[in-house]
């Protein structure tokens, strides 16, 4: 997984001419970058085999950018249960072992995991389903609010 997150960090740096500013993880890539659905991690994650170049793959988890889903881990039975059905929906929404458009990419602040936008083959965005059936909430970055446990 490191050697994953390495060279995708060198793919998100430009390359350095003369005079040129160093890059940073953070800069977006526009692509489309095609990838190949691994598996559904939760309600706003999933793992991918992307392609940025030709006869080259990444294995690589993605956060579905401007949703945030219930934590499975929680300390709060209500918010796994909600975290579960978050991720159900997830795994409806995306086409089994099917073939995804990544674009916006950039990195995340965890290691390891990018953020982007996911569109599947027939042009939707399964973060907007989400946010629009329920499942998750907006997120833009920041502090999330504190989680609630309903008695």
Same mark, same amino acid.
């Given at each position: 997984? &490191? @050697?994953?997150?390495? %060279?995708?960090?060198?793919? *998100?740096? $430009?390359?350095?001419? =003369? ?24 309600g ?16 690589v988890? &993605? @956060?579905?950018?401007? %949703?945030?889903?219930?934590? *499975?881990? $929680?300390?709060?039975? =209500? ?61 833009h ?11």
């Open positions: 997984m &490191v @050697r994953s997150f390495i %060279i995708l960090c060198l793919f *998100l740096v $430009s390359p350095l001419s =003369a005079g040129a500013k160093t890059s940073t993880v953070r800069e977006t890539i526009a692509g489309p970058v095609s990838a190949e659905i691994i598996e559904v991690i939760d706003d994650t999933i793992l991918v085999d992307a392609a940025p170049w030709p006869q080259q793959t990444i294995e988890y &993605v @956060r579905l950018r401007g %949703i945030d889903a219930p934590e *499975l881990h $929680s300390k709060c039975a =209500a918010v796994r249960e909600e975290a579960e059905r978050a991720q159900a929906a997830l795994e409806e929404i995306m086409p089994a072992s099917g073939e995804v458009q990544l674009t916006k990419i950039s990195g995340d602040k965890y290691f390891g995991r990018i953020l982007a936008d996911v569109t599947i083959a027939d042009g939707r965005n399964p973060a907007d389903m989400l946010l629009s059936s329920g499942y998750a909430v907006s997120y970055g920041g502090r999330k609010a504190p989680e609630l446990c309903p008695q």
